[in-house]
């Protein structure tokens, strides 16, 4: 089987879409195609990349044409200029992201939380109340603390469930809402992030410099995280984990 042919079929069992990250996962478990290069990633890159069948959704994300209309009628959608705005499109960017986030803190063998409103949103195929580890929210603190933070979009907690890192997906809403619940939350030993596209950066730049947030500014609390640099963050993460496991 040709190394193309290997992406396709993996996509197919896949449901039609997957990650770069989930391609690099799935694809060498084909054992009839065989990866003679020392940059099989590389190589994996480049036919979602060229080949016809193959199109891009969103950086880093891919799917078979032959399963477009399919996965729009599932809220899969290109963003275009036209529907930027529109519900599905700010629904799937939100529960994506999340997603992405959940599967990073995972594979970094965090205990992972996302809201219980959000447990029936889709990471692609799969439920976000799935993909994370934990059901409830641990008890980690003051009851009026734990309320606080149990709308963070995801929560990475540590072996004695104690939070890691908070992150806040602000895709269309107001990042100012999320500083204020984080200036709340400030005297934990967490790191905080607000996850948004790069253009957002300016605004939250302007809002972190609001006197109401001179505390998370000064002490350096809180950190931007734009998608793409989250998109590549999970890449390295999966991709790391593949070289620690051929070393094994």
């Known amino acids: ?5 290997a992406v396709i079929q993996t996509l197919e069992r896949l449901g039609g879409v997957a990650t770069l990250g989930q391609l690099n996962q799935e694809v060498f478990k084909i054992k009839d195609c065989e990866w003679k290069t020392k940059t099989p990633f590389a190589s994996i890159r480049r036919i979602v990349q ?11 994300l891919w799917a078979l044409k032959s399963y477009q209309k399919e996965l729009e009628q599932k809220g899969i959608i290109v963003e275009t200029e036209k529907n930027k705005n529109s519900k599905e499109v700010i629904e799937f960017n939100h529960s994506y992201y999340q997603g992405l986030l959940v599967s990073i ?5 965090m205990r992972t939380f996302v809201p219980n409103q959000d447990k029936n949103k889709l990471f692609l195929h799969e439920k976000l109340g799935d993909l994370r580890t934990l059901q409830d929210l ?8 734990v309320a606080r933070s149990s709308t963070i979009d995801v929560i990475w907690f540590n072996e004695r469930n104690m939070p890691n890192s908070f992150f806040e997906v602000e895709h269309s809403t107001d990042i100012q809402n999320s500083l204020l619940k984080y200036s709340d939350l400030q005297d934990f030993y967490t790191r ?3 996850v948004a596209d790069e253009k957002r950066r300016l605004e939250y730049n302007k809002k972190l410099s609001y006197d109401s947030f001179h505390s998370l500014r000064d002490n ?3 950190n931007f995280l734009c998608y793409k640099d989250l998109e590549r963050q999970y890449q390295q993460t999966i991709e790391l984990q593949e070289i620690q496991t051929s070393i094994i």
Do not use: A, T, W
């Open 1 to 5: 089987m040709k190394q193309y042919e």
């Open 138 to 145: 641990p008890k980690y603190s003051f009851d009026n603390l």
């Open 192 to 194: 905080m992030f607000i």
């Open 50 to 60: 060229e080949n016809e069948s193959i199109y891009k959704i969103k950086p880093g």
């Open 220 to 222: 350096k609390r809180v």
């Open 105 to 109: 803190g995972n594979l970094k063998k």
